[in-house]
């Protein structure tokens, strides 16, 4: 794995667009004073996810945005991209070339891209964790710095040594670790509690759903009977209907009988009335 190329667009002294290819082996940049010789190094230091204007020799962050000189405007973003040859998959990507971007608008607003896709702080340290390169891993060391580390004490300079033998990263990792336990115990007290307040609700709701059984059970034993009880009274009625139906078919053959009878003795009753009257005996 090595530096292949670096991108500058916006950042610091480099208003335009300025590419910068490396090749394997040893690199020199070379320039004046104040030429932005530094401001390379810094390029990469930003765009490896340097959060500290201070280390990238600024105020603000907005710093790194080109701020204008005599000859041109000030820009509104600065944008760095560095490449990494990856043929060797020291990174634990399938790229054979790796592309960091990292952008930031003049508002604050800011972006990282890995190959062109957009990605998080989180992700760029995750690739290089294992790599040395990284903005703690001493593999940068800034103007100024080389003296700090020579003159440091030697419980400083363990410090230096632990994060180049990469312990420093573990020991992240690890602090990242007992963050997470220490969400994961939060959490589980607040399960805890959850759990308890629901066991607690639980007991009504449990007296609740048998007296909703019992009543289902009673309701659909009370829709029987009455569904029997109807069934009876219909036989009932019926075997009413029934007998009151005989009886009227009697009472319209006696019915008929008798006016069978009153047609007979009205018949005999004008034959006689007719006989008188032959006979001038009857008087109407
Ligand atoms: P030295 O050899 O003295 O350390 P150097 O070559 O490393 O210098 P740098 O310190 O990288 O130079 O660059 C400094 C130059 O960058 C200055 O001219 C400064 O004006 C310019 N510069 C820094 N930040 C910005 C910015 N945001 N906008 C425009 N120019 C900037």
Same mark, same amino acid.
């Given at each position: 794995m090595f530096l292949k190329s670096l991108t500058l667009k916006g950042f610091k002294s480099f208003a335009d667009r300025t590419h910068m290819v490396f090749d394997p082996g040893l690199t020199v940049v070379v320039g004046p004073n104040g030429s932005g010789k530094s401001n390379v190094s810094d390029a990469i230091l930003w765009v490896l996810g340097e959060q500290s204007a201070k280390m990238l020799r600024g105020q603000a962050m907005e710093d790194v945005v080109f701020s204008g000189s005599s000859a041109r405007k000030p820009v509104g973003v600065a944008e760095v991209t560095l490449v990494l040859d990856n043929a060797d998959h020291t990174l634990p990507v399938d790229f054979a070339e790796v592309g960091i971007t990292r952008r930031m608008y003049r508002s604050g607003e800011s972006e990282y891209l890995i190959n062109g896709a957009p990605a998080r702080l989180m992700d760029i340290q995750d690739i290089l964790h294992d790599s040395g390169l990284g903005k703690d891993t001493h593999s940068i060391i800034s103007q100024g710095k080389?003296?700090? /580390?020579?003159?440091?004490?030697? !419980? !400083?300079? +363990? &410090?230096? /040594? !632990?994060e180049a033998a990469g312990i420093s990263k573990h020991r992240r990792r690890k602090e990242r670790?007992? =963050?997470? #336990? &220490? @969400?994961? @115990?939060?959490?589980?007290? =607040? *399960?805890r509690d959850v759990a308890r307040e629901l066991n607690r609700q639980l007991r009504p709701l449990e007296r609740q759903v048998d007296r909703a059984k019992r009543y289902n059970e009673l309701d659909s034993r009370l829709s029987e009977l009455t569904c029997q009880l109807a069934v009876d009274d219909v036989r009932r009625l019926q075997q009413q209907w029934g007998e009151l139906q005989g009886r009227s078919n009697e009472a319209a053959a006696a019915i008929e009988l *008798?006016?069978? +009878?009153?047609?007979?003795?009205? =018949?005999? #009753? !004008?034959?006689?009335?007719?006989m008188l009257e032959q006979k001038g005996l009857f008087v109407g």
């Open positions: 080389l003296d700090s /580390i020579l003159s440091s004490r030697p !419980e !400083e300079r +363990r &410090a230096l /040594i !632990e670790s007992q =963050r997470k #336990l &220490a @969400d994961m @115990d939060k959490n589980l007290v =607040r *399960a *008798a006016q069978f +009878r009153v047609d007979e003795k009205t =018949r005999e #009753l !004008e034959k006689l009335q007719s």
